[in-house]
């Protein structure tokens, strides 16, 4: 049996002592707040927000190390917190920004968007072109309140969707 904690989250257990600390100072008992997945949808999807942000500033740093000034030009990429929001961010170069966003407590947003005012979602393996002005994550709740992240139906891969979206940013961002 592995006893090892490296890959189990302990900030349910942290919450659960808190709540049970402000339940005895305030008096007030709330026996059914844990089978309501929305303080759940809130905290996975801030959770993933900061997972793909940590996840893109590190590609976008390798990319602007090995890319940095040509002929005077730079080529870099900047990423940009987006204000009045828990931790939507951006990233822009050459006039395109790909806005990722928490849409709702459920949804996650990413997407285009041109000074010109286009706005349009990255291109798919199994489309021609993009058919939608953005594309969006949406949590699905499991059993137990178990939160998967799903794009069309299918399990979403971090790893996976930040090459795809960086990728499909760099290629129309380029000059």
């Known amino acids: 049996m592995d006893t090892s904690h490296e890959n189990y989250s302990t900030k349910w257990i942290e919450n659960l002592a808190l709540d049970e600390i402000q339940m005895e100072e305030s008096g007030v008992i709330n026996f059914t707040e ?24 590190l590609a976008v740093s390798l990319f602007n190390n090995l890319r940095k000034e040509v002929n005077g030009e730079s080529k870099v990429i900047k990423v940009f917190k ?12 050459n006039s395109l920004k790909l806005v990722i966003a928490r849409k709702s407590i459920d949804t996650i947003s990413l997407g285009f968007l041109s000074n010109s ?59």
């Not at 844990?34 to 500033?57: A, G, V």
């Not at 987006?82 to 170069?93: A, E, P």
């Not at 178990?146 to 795809?164: A, C, M, P, Q, T």
């Open 34 to 57: 844990h089978l309501d997945p929305s303080k759940l949808l809130e905290e996975s999807s801030i959770e993933l927000m900061e997972q793909l942000r940590e996840k893109f500033d």
């Open 82 to 93: 987006i204000s009045n929001t828990i931790n939507d961010f951006m990233l822009f170069r």
């Open 117 to 175: 005012g286009g706005l349009f979602a990255a291109r798919l393996n199994f489309e021609q072109d993009s058919k939608q002005r953005i594309h969006e994550i949406k949590a699905h709740v499991g059993p137990f309140n178990n939160i998967y992240w799903k794009f069309k139906g299918e399990n979403v891969e971090l790893d996976s969707l930040v090459r795809h979206y960086l990728t499909e940013f760099i290629k129309h961002s380029a000059r």
